[in-house]
């Protein structure tokens, strides 16, 4: 089991924490643990802390400026590893592995951080020109490090009105969506837990689509081979 800690935007735009206890699984933790303490958000107001950012706040993103309704977050304990668990290692994508000042500096993410991937010929093939994929698909010992930092990290997720990303440090990286995370949570009683985390939504269908469909770096390599 881990412990998450959840704020949300009320109906009458006030903002709420709760702290709950719930497994240690890669469809609960996908919930909390994209950004490392320290990565700054891109908001209305400038870049600010993924700590400092709170429901209310608006972000810049792939469609303009969206609300954030909803933030997760839990802390990686390295060499601490339950049964199950998606943290075991986080990412460090180094300065400029993407381009000339992209990022602009070394940026940390967890296992659900997943990145936008652009090519021409997605377009015919999937009918979208991007998709997403997970960082950690893209270690490379080089520009993609596989880390274990020496002690605690506290990590983040965020949710805002509609589906979609946010560029950090150039980086095009998701904001939070559970995609089938519902699906796969192993009956009633453990889908009302994890719906239990977002106490701003009602029903399933609250959470909206996906902007981008979610594949893996395996799955876009065959399609750019064949």
Do not use: N
Not at 6 to 26: E, F, H, I, Q, R
Not at 62 to 82: F, K, M, N, Q
Request: with cysteine; glycine share 10%.
């Amino acid at each position: 089991m881990r412990k998450y800690e959840v704020a949300w935007l009320g109906a009458d735009l006030s903002v709420s924490l709760k702290t709950l206890v719930a497994p240690a699984t890669p469809q609960f933790e996908e919930s909390a643990c994209a950004f490392a303490r320290g990565t700054l958000i891109p908001t209305l107001r400038g870049p600010v802390a993924i700590e400092d950012l709170a429901p209310g706040d608006y972000v810049e993103t792939a469609e303009g400026h969206d609300a954030v309704l909803w933030i997760g977050s839990t802390t990686y304990i390295p060499g601490r590893s339950d049964e199950g668990t998606s943290l075991t290692s986080l990412t460090r994508i180094t300065a400029e592995a993407q381009d000339f000042g992209q990022p602009g500096m070394d940026v940390l993410v967890g296992p659900a951080a997943r990145r936008v991937v652009r090519h021409p010929r997605l377009q015919r093939l999937l009918g979208q020109e991007a998709v997403l994929a997970p960082v950690a698909d893209y270690v490379d010992g080089d520009r993609f490090l596989d880390i274990t930092p020496g002690g605690p990290v506290q990590l983040y997720h965020f949710m805002v009105e509609r589906h979609s990303t946010v560029r950090i440090g150039g980086l095009e990286l998701e904001t939070y969506h559970p995609g089938k995370a519902l699906v796969h949570a192993g009956g009633e009683a453990m889908r009302q837990l994890f719906l239990s985390m977002f106490p701003h939504v009602a029903r399933p269908e609250d959470f909206g689509p996906l902007r981008l469909s979610r594949t893996t770096r395996e799955v876009i390599d065959s399609l750019l081979d064949t």
